[in-house]
């Protein structure tokens, strides 16, 4: 208390002078307060705006000046805004942030007032919850009425969509004598929702309408033509089926009399009358109509049916306001009182089928509420119905258990669950449920029965009890153990009591003057715990008082946010220290102490609020983080974040540890999921590696196979795994992938040799054939069947025509024809000639570049010169054999420089 007191007279001296000149106008210059505006001090640049403001009002200041100022346009919208009502340039954005940061209620009120955007609302909602209370009604307010206006255009929407389709049903109706009568109704409908429906809407509407006069226009035509004929009177006459268009009308004016004389609810004598002189009137009318065509079998009776419902379901509805009252307040009362109510439901139920109202009509609006009343009438009686069956069986159930609790002699239990019963059974009548009121007769007599017996039984021990009373008196004790045994003994005589009310009275009296007697030596002690308890309160009073006092002081002059806390912790524990005190006197000063603490504590918030956003921001940056799939990257950005934390101010101490154990969690997640990455990522790498060696050592098999070309898919496909394995070790990466390389290109090699050989299969077979054909003793026949059953190269089919030129006699021009064309195909094939036939091939090379052929060599060039060579004439087997060997390898070489 005392330093409580120190710190008050402190902080008293302190601020005598800023108290004295707290009133006294800031004499800064507009262009001053100006800069004071971008101050990152919030209240010093609330006080600047709130200054300009103030000299806006009083003139000091006008709109002319104000433009000139260096404030920011935000700062400028919020002093129009301020002091003005319409300004000029407000856009949705600026009034969502002056609705969030502006410098008084005033200006924050009117922005969000001036906000029509949903989604700009429902964030302004979200982020002034629990902020601005005013601002987040405002917000809620104006999206519920954007939300009710929504649903009241989409059910608009939805009648206009009904009406059209009702009027397309209709358009492909059965005509009836109410068809046009309908059709003019569909109109006058149309006419009122007709706004609320776009374009394709409108056009099926039109299109239906169009269908269905299109329907009814033939029949008028026909109509009229008969009526101008005296001569085809008695023709018109005989054709039935005819839909007379005045009958149409009558049917019409029938419907709409009798939906308005139903809808006006009170119907007396002169009423009745009128309608019934009205229906006489459409009848004659009919009548006459019947004169020129005669009506068909459904349009009578549809007809007369409505002439029946006209007269006599006004007649039943003037009696039923009669026997009833008037028809509102009777289906007020029919949705009330279901049980007393079964002669006007059934009243109502036949005045709906007498009533009988066409389908395809609009119902009167009586029918509608009359039908939901008498819903709501059958449902609250078997609801009513439900009820009191329950309470039987409840009742019933009450019963057996209080029967069970009288057998087994608890008396207490007993008597709840009597009381029970009773309560129950207060909804029914002794005339409905005479077996159930007897049964709880027989309860009552059995639970009095065993209360005689109880008390009977509790006697001996409630005297008992009042010696051990008497002994307490002249025993020495604590003065609480005394009353505390003294309460002990009291709530033992109530236990014993139980159920047996207004039983021992006399012992009762005895055992309470006992009682006042053993507690006579606790009165002392416990007065001056009361003296104490008054001399607490006192000190809590004066507490309450020096806060109210610290509270005026820091009201004129800057917060010290410390101090504040400091102030408020020393409170409460002054407060704790002055106990125990009365209850009752406690509760006016514990309320005072707690609206001050309170008071002082919003201020201790309000001054810490951009700390604390600051801080609840840095939180919610972090717990972002935890989405990061990269841990390191969030670990590293979890470290600035507490590098950023130490530079906001802090908070009072309960608030900051409390933010700080928050903040702490999410960055101890954060470190520990990186750690378990960490781990998780070695052995991914590990498993990588495992699965690379296993690939490359299937890769390097498939190299080795018989047919690696019918490997391939398989190769693919380890190639495309080998490259998705993701991340290898880094000491290992390099070696996995020089082998992996060094096996795809043995594969690769391995797929090009078996291409050679499969293109070149049908050549060699050539070769073979021609060989066989020059030097074999073979049936021709047989030659040309195995040369035709070849796969044969192109231009190859002439060399059938030279089996018989190979079987003369070897000359020497088809020798030298052939060698000179080995040296040729050496020659293309830049293949290496042996010695002796150098000149012959450096001629040929002369021949060819006067021939203009150059140094181009193509497939087909090799190809055509190995047919010519093929195709040479007769020559002996030594030199055949000698420069096939030449020729091959040149083809060869050819072939490999090639692939």
């Known amino acids: 208390m005392a330093a409580l007191s120190k710190l008050f007279n402190n902080k008293n001296d302190s601020n005598t002078q800023a108290k004295s000149t707290s009133a006294t106008p800031d004499p800064a210059e507009p262009t001053e307060l100006a800069q004071r505006s971008h101050s990152q001090d919030r209240r010093q640049r609330q006080a600047a705006l709130a200054e300009l403001a103030n000299r806006l009002d009083d003139g000091r200041l006008d709109n002319a000046e104000l433009e000139h100022l260096p404030l920011t346009e935000l700062d400028q919208l919020a002093l129009q805004l301020q002091h003005q009502a319409d300004v000029e340039g407000l856009s949705e954005h600026h009034c969502y942030a002056l609705a969030l940061e502006g410098f008084s209620a005033q200006v924050r009120n009117a922005a969000a007032e001036r906000l029509t955007d949903s989604q700009q609302l429902e964030a302004l909602a979200r982020a002034a919850k629990g902020h601005d209370k005013a601002v987040y009604r405002i917000a809620r307010d104006k999206l519920d009425a954007q939300r009710a206006r929504v649903r009241e255009h989409q059910a608009e929407q939805a009648q206009a969509h009904h009406l059209v389709e009702r009027m397309e049903r209709h358009a492909q109706a059965t005509l009836d004598p109410l068809y046009a009568g309908k059709l003019t109704a569909f109109q006058d409908q149309w006419q009122q929702c007709r706004q609320h429906a776009d374009e394709h809407w409108q056009q099926r509407f039109e299109h239906a309408w169009q269908t269905a006069q299109a329907r009814i226009q033939p029949s008028s035509e026909t109509t009229q033509t008969d009526a101008t004929d005296p001569t085809d009177t008695q023709e018109a006459t005989d054709e039935p089926n005819k839909i007379d268009p005045n009958r149409e009308m009558i049917v019409a004016r029938l419907v ?22 009205f229906l006489t009137d459409q009848q004659h009318q009919w009548r006459e109509t019947e004169q020129l065509t005669r009506p068909g079998k459904s349009e009578e009776r549809a007809f007369h049916r409505l002439c029946t419902a006209f007269e006599t379901a006004l007649s039943h509805q003037a009696s039923i306001s009669q026997r009833f009252g008037p028809m509102p307040a009777l289906l007020d009362r029919l949705e009330t009182s ?42 609250q009686l078997a609801e009513h119905h439900q009820a009191e069956v329950q309470a039987v069986r409840h009742a019933r159930a009450l019963m057996r258990r209080c029967m069970a609790a009288v057998n087994e002699g608890h008396l207490r239990r007993a008597s709840g669950l009597l009381h029970g019963v009773e309560d129950e059974l207060a909804r029914l009548t002794q005339v409905a449920h005479p077996g159930l009121f007897r049964q709880l007769e027989e309860t009552r007599a059995a639970v009095e029965q065993l209360r005689d017996w109880q008390s009977f039984a509790v006697q001996p021990k409630k005297e008992a009890l009042i010696e051990r009373m008497r002994t307490l008196i002249g025993q020495s004790m604590d003065p609480q153990d005394r009353a505390r045994t ?64 610290y509270e005026a002081l820091i009201r004129s002059s800057a917060v010290d946010i410390k101090e504040l806390d400091q102030v408020m912790n020393m409170a409460r524990q002054e407060w704790r220290r002055f106990s125990p005190v009365e209850r009752a006197a406690n509760k006016g000063v514990q309320k005072a102490f707690d609206a001050v ?25 972090a717990r972002t983080l935890l989405d990061e799939t990269d841990t390191r990257k969030a670990t590293e950005a979890a470290k600035r974040l507490q590098k950023e934390w130490q530079q906001v101010g802090t908070l009072a101490r309960r608030d900051e540890q409390q933010l700080w154990k928050a903040f702490r969690v999410v960055c101890d997640e954060l470190f520990e999921r990186r750690g378990q990455q960490v781990e998780a990522f070695k052995a991914e790498l590990d498993d990588h590696r495992r699965q690379a060696d296993a690939l490359i050592e299937q890769l390097e098999a498939l190299s080795k196979a018989d047919q690696p070309l019918a490997e391939k898919s398989q190769a693919d496909a380890l190639k495309a795994q080998f490259r998705g394995l993701g991340a290898l070790p880094k000491t290992q990466q390099k070696t996995l992938q020089e082998r992996f390389n060094k096996a795809q290109k043995q594969f690769d090699a391995a797929c090009r040799g078996q291409k050679r050989h499969n293109k070149d299969q049908h050549w060699q077979a050539l070769i073979d054939w021609v060989s066989r054909a020059r030097f074999e003793d073979s049936n021709d026949d047989a030659l040309l069947d195995a040369f035709r059953a070849m796969s044969l190269p192109s231009g190859a089919d002439r060399l059938a025509d030279q089996l018989s030129v190979w079987r003369q006699p070897a000359t020497s021009q088809a020798r030298d024809q052939l060698h000179r064309q080995t040296v040729e195909l050496e020659a293309l094939a830049q293949v290496d000639s042996p010695a002796d036939d150098k000149n012959l091939r450096m001629e040929l090379q002369v021949q060819r570049l006067a021939g203009g052929l150059g140094q181009t060599v193509d ?14 004439g007769p020559v002996a087997r030594a030199d055949y054999d000698r420069l096939a060997v ?9 072939l490999n420089g090639k692939n």
């Open 256 to 277: 709409e009399e009798l939906r308005e004389r139903t809808d006006a609810l009170d119907i007396d004598e002169e009423a009745l009358r009128d309608a019934q002189h």
């Open 338 to 379: 279901p049980e007393t109510m079964n002669a006007e439901a059934q009243a109502l139920d036949e005045w709906l089928h007498e009533l009988d109202w066409p389908e395809d009509s609009p119902a009167p609006q009586l029918k509608a509420r009359v039908e939901q009343a008498l819903a709501r009438h059958h449902d």
């Open 859 to 872: 497939q087909q060039r090799i190809d055509q010169t190995v047919l010519d060579w093929l195709a040479c």
């Open 597 to 621: 603490i309170k008071r002082l504590r919003h201020q201790l918030q309000d001054e810490q609020g951009d700390f604390r956003r600051a801080k609840e921001a840095i939180i919610e940056r």
């Open 886 to 894: 030449r020729m091959q390898a040149a083809r060869q070489a050819w």
């Open 486 to 549: 003294i309460r002990t003994l009291q709530d033992e005589w109530r236990q014993l009591s139980r159920g047996l009310q207004n039983q021992h009275q006399e012992l009762w009296e005895t055992f309470h003057a006992l009682a006042q007697q053993a507690y006579e030596p606790c009165r002392e002690y416990f007065n001056e715990q009361s003296k104490l308890r008054s001399l607490n309160l006192q000190k809590r009073r004066e507490l309450v008082e020096q806060l109210k006092q």
